[in-house]
Structure formats: C-alpha cells, structure tokens
C-alpha cells in the first residue's frame, strides 16, 4: 500500500504564527508537536498551537522529549501536561539522544512505554533513529515492540530495526536535510514531514477516528 505524505511534526522551534489553515488545504492530516521534555518542562506552543490545529480540523498528536531520568516519572509528568486530552491525542515517544544532558536509557523507555499503557491502555508510538539501532543492534526488545514505529531517517530508504517488521511513520526530512521541493508547507515553511504508510483511512484509525 502506498505511503501518504500528511503529518509533520513540530515545537516552539517552528515559530509563533503558524496558519493551520493553510497547512491543511496544502494536504497535512495530522500535526503531533512536542508536549514536554524531562519531568517537568513544556513546550510554551503547545496549547496555542492544538487550539489552532483542531480549529482547522486536523489531526493531533503529542510527543515527549526523552531524556535521562525515571521513564515513569517522565510519562506521568507527560500524561499531566496533556490532561484529559490523553483519549484523543496521539500519543509518541522521542527517543533520541539529549544534546543537553543525560539521554534516555532502554530500561528508562520501556518503563515509560509501559506507564503509558498501563494509564491510558494504548501503546504510544516510538520515535527513533540511529540510536535505537545503535542500542539494539540486531537484538529485539518484547516490550518497546509493542510500540508502533516512526523511524526517523533522512533519505531515500527506510532501514528498518530488526525488533519491527515494517515503520508506521517515516520522518524523512527536517525541511532541510534530504529536502525536496515538497518539504515546506503551506502556512508552517520547512519543518519535520512523515509519511505514513497506509492511506487515509489507516491513518485516522491509528488516531482512533472514524
């Protein structure tokens, strides 16, 4: 099945005056910003930015910065910043490493993966790249497996980790690294862009929509 390219991802770092509007006449589904990072910081766009998203009638989701410290710690401060929006937002962890600090271990994801679940009864996403490969290698991980994948590689394949057999989304450019014409949108410029691999209807079953 053919892969759509419908969701970006961003944070304060795309800016203040973003037009979700216009992001979505240019094809966007889906919009997952960063929520928190650590146990208590928050991204300051976050409410501002959902508020607009949903108004345009997109797709939200929410991921958590990982960094080095107690998986569950950081999973309830996570769960805490997005109150009782938990049931209809996509729920994702970023597990890459900290270019501030301590960065998040194997045993602190699978314990952050894992209070999600037991709260919220669903599995969020797990975003990764080389570091997953690099942790892993050719090992497999039973518990972050129950996770979906979105991969994050910057280039014309997608090399999956051995502990998945197929990514659920793909973010294939920052807007400038493996950047094409196609890596700016209407109304938020060059950002984070991912395919999702599926269609539409896929999609918004991943979000639990109709």
């Known amino acids: 099945m053919a892969a759509i390219d419908a969701v970006v991802d961003i944070s304060h770092h795309n800016g203040a005056n973003l037009d979700f509007q216009k992001a979505k006449a240019a094809g ?15 991204d300051p766009m976050y409410a501002a930015n959902k508020k607009k998203a949903l108004k345009a009638g997109l797709l939200w989701g929410a991921y958590h910065f ?10 309830t401060a996570f769960l805490n910043a997005l109150g009782n929006d ?20 194997l045993e602190e994801a699978r314990a952050f993966v894992t209070h999600v679940h037991a709260v919220t009864g669903q ?15 050719t090992n497999k991980d039973p518990v972050l497996a129950n996770c979906w994948l979105w991969l994050a ?9 051995p502990n998945w057999s197929t990514w659920t989304m793909w973010q294939y450019t920052d807007g400038a690294v493996n950047a094409t014409a196609h ?4 109304g938020i410029g060059h950002c984070d862009r991912d395919r999702f691999n599926g269609s539409e209807k896929r999609l918004r079953a991943l979000w639990g929509v109709a």
């Open 123 to 137: 599995w969020p996403g797990f975003y990764s790249g080389h570091y997953i490969k690099q942790l892993l290698g």
């Open 86 to 105: 938990v049931g209809s937002t996509l729920l994702v962890l970023d597990f890459e490493p900290n270019p501030s600090g301590s960065s998040m271990t």
């Open 183 to 186: 890596t700016r949108v209407d």
């Open 28 to 42: 966007i589904l889906g919009v997952i910003h960063k929520a928190t990072q650590g146990h208590s910081s928050i």
């Open 153 to 161: 590689q910057y280039g014309p394949t997608a090399v999956v980790p």
């Open 66 to 75: 990982a960094t080095g410290a107690d998986g569950v710690d950081q999973a």
